[in-house]
C-alpha cells in the first residue's frame, strides 16, 4: 500500500461521512419549509409544532454537515496538489459561486429563520427559510455541475499541463450535470423523506404504548385538531404534554414524508434512465463494469445478480432500442490502451457491480415502503402499527442506496479523476508520504467516530422529547382576523 492508495481511503471515508447529512439537509430543509407554509396557510397549531421539531432536527443536521464538510477543502491541497494544480482554472468558477452565492445565501437566511421566531413578520420569516432552502439546493448544483465535469469535461482546453476553462455555460450545463443535478436532488428528498418515516413510525408507536391513541383519534381513526385546543365553551386547555402529542400528529407528517418520498421515487427513476444513457456514450467501462459485461454485445442482457440475466434489456436501457449494441469491459480495455497507452482502464468491477444493485434496490424499497404506506392510511384510516415498525427501515435503506449510487459514480470513473484527462495516479500530492496520509487517516477517523457518536446522541434525544408544547398566548404570527374569541398559541423560542 502506498500514499495514493492511503489518500484514496481517505478523501473516501471522509467524503462519505460528510455525504451522510447533504442529502438529509437538502431533502428535510423543504421538508421543514413545507410545513411552515402550511401553518402560515392554515393558522393550524399542529404544523408550527411539527416545523419546529423536524426544524431542529434540520438544524443539527446542517451543523453536523458544515463541519464535515470543511475538511473536505483541505484535502485536495494536502494529499491531490496536482489534480488541483490541473483542474483549478476550471473549478474556480462554479465553487467560488458555490461559496459566495448559494452557501452565503443559505447561511445568511437560515440565521433570520432561527432567531426570527417572534421578530420577524410571519411572512417574511416564511421567505427567510425558503430563501435558505434555495441556497442548499443552489450549493449542491454548483458543486454537482464540477462533479460532473470530472466525468465528461467540456467548454475547456489544455494549456501548460492546466484546463482552462474557455466557457462557464458549457460547464454549468453539462449534459452530465443536468441529468445528475435533477437524480441526486431527487434521492435526497427519498432520504429525508425516509427519516421523517422513521421518526414518525417511531413517535406513532411510542405514542400508543403510553395511551397518546385516545387522545389523537377517535375510535374511527378520524383525527382531532392534533395538540389542538378545544372550541368546547368554558373549556380551559391543560398544559400540553411534550411527551405526548397524541399520533394524529405524526400521522400528518408520516403523510406528507409519503407524498414526497414517492414523487422523488418517480423523478428519480426518470432521471436515472437519463443517466444510464449518458454512461452508454460518456463512460461506457463504467455501464460494462456495473453489469459485468466482459465483451461488446448487441442486445445485451441486463444481469440481476451473477447468473440471472434479463434478455436485451441493457441495451434497452442503455440505448432505447434491446438490439443496440453495448461495450463490453475488456474489448474497451484493448481499445484505451491503443488511445492512452498500457495500463488498466477497468474500475473495482465488484464494487462497481454491487452498488448498482444496492442503490437500485434499497432505493425501490423505500419508495415501495411509502407507496404501501398511502395505501394503507388513504381516507384517514389510522396507521397500522405493523406499518409503523416497518417505517423504521426507511431511516436506513435510501442512506446505504445513496452512499452505494456515490461509490458506483467516483469508483466506476477510475482510473481517472478528469475522465480521458487526468490519471488518479498523477493527481495526488508528490511531497506527501505514506506516514503522513496514514496520520491524517487515523486522526480524521476517530474525530469522525466521534462527531457520529454526538450526531446520533442529538438526534435521537430530541426524537425521544418530542415536539415543545405551545403555550398559551397570543401568537404575532397569526393573521389578525384569526377571531377574537379563539384560543391562541405562542410559538416558543426553541433555537
Known sequence: MDALDLARWQFGVTTVYHFLFVPLTIGLGVFVAGLQTAWHRTGKEH?????????????????????????????????WSEYSTFVGDVFGAPLALEALLAFFLESTFLGLWIFGWDRLPKRIH???????????????????????????????????????????????TNSTALAQVPHVIASAFIVAGGFVIAVSGYRILRERRSGGEAAGTDAAGASAEPGGVSAEPGHVPAEP?????????WRTSLRA????????GAVAAGTGDTSGRLLHEQQPMKLAAAEGLRHDQRGAP???????????????????????PVQGMDDIQRRYERVFGPGDYRPNVPVVFWSFRVMIGFGLGTVALSVLGLWLTRRRRAVPDLFARAGLLALPLPVLAMVAGWLLSE????????????????????????????????IFTVLYGALALAEARLLIRHVKAGPEPMAPAADPHLPDDAGAGAARLEPTLMY
Not at 441556497?135 to 466525468?151: D, E, P, Q, T, V
Not at 404534554?241 to 400528529?249: Q, V, Y
Not at 470513473?413 to 490519471?423: A, D, Y
Open 47 to 79: 404544523y408550527l409544532r411539527l416545523t419546529k421539531f423536524f426544524g431542529k432536527l434540520f438544524l443539527i443536521n446542517f451543523a453536523m454537515g458544515v463541519v464535515t464538510g470543511l475538511v473536505q477543502e483541505f484535502q485536495f491541497g494536502m494529499n
Open 241 to 249: 404534554s411534550r411527551a405526548s402529542a397524541g399520533p394524529a400528529l
Open 126 to 172: 416564511l421567505a427567510c427559510i425558503w430563501a435558505a432552502v434555495l441556497g442548499s439546493n443552489l450549493s449542491a448544483y454548483f458543486i454537482l455541475a464540477a462533479n460532473a465535469w470530472m466525468k465528461h469535461p467540456v467548454g475547456y482546453e489544455v494549456v501548460g499541463g492546466r484546463a482552462r476553462m474557455t466557457d462557464i455555460w458549457a460547464v454549468l
Open 302 to 324: 441486463f444481469s440481476v445478480v451473477p447468473g440471472l440475466q434479463v434478455p436485451k434489456v441493457l441495451s434497452l436501457l442503455a440505448a432505447h432500442d434491446p438490439g443496440a
Open 411 to 442: 469508483i466506476g470513473r477510475q482510473p481517472w479523476t478528469v475522465q480521458g484527462e487526468l490519471f488518479t495516479a498523477a493527481s495526488v500530492s508528490p511531497g506527501v508520504s505514506l506516514t503522513e496520509v496514514a496520520v491524517s487517516l487515523s
Open 257 to 264: 414524508a409519503l407524498v414526497m418520498t414517492a414523487i422523488a
